[in-house]
């Protein structure tokens, strides 16, 4: 979980769908409340672990960083949410 400035704040996390790991988010605004988990990977060839998320100070925007499996190595992604 991070938390911006302004009191918003996003969580991250990797769940499985049954045959699968992929990574999930929520972002909290101040004063609004939860909006709702969303999967935020869609490239997924296989299973996608590790996420990290952090608020940048200067923008309040947030960046989730997690590690995707592609058969052979780690690659790694990332979103930037407003």
């Not at 499985?16 to 869609?42: L, M, P, Q």
């Amino acid at each position: 979980i991070a938390i911006d400035s302004t009191g918003n704040a996003m969580a991250v996390w990797y769940q499985s769908d049954g045959t699968r790991y992929h990574i999930w988010a929520n972002k909290y605004t101040f004063g609004g409340g939860w909006e709702g988990a969303k999967n935020v990977e869609t490239n997924a060839a296989g299973n996608s672990n590790y996420p990290w998320v952090a608020a940048d100070p200067k923008t309040d925007n947030f960046t989730a960083v997690w590690a995707e499996w592609d058969g052979t190595y780690y690659d790694m992604y990332s979103n930037v949410y407003q």
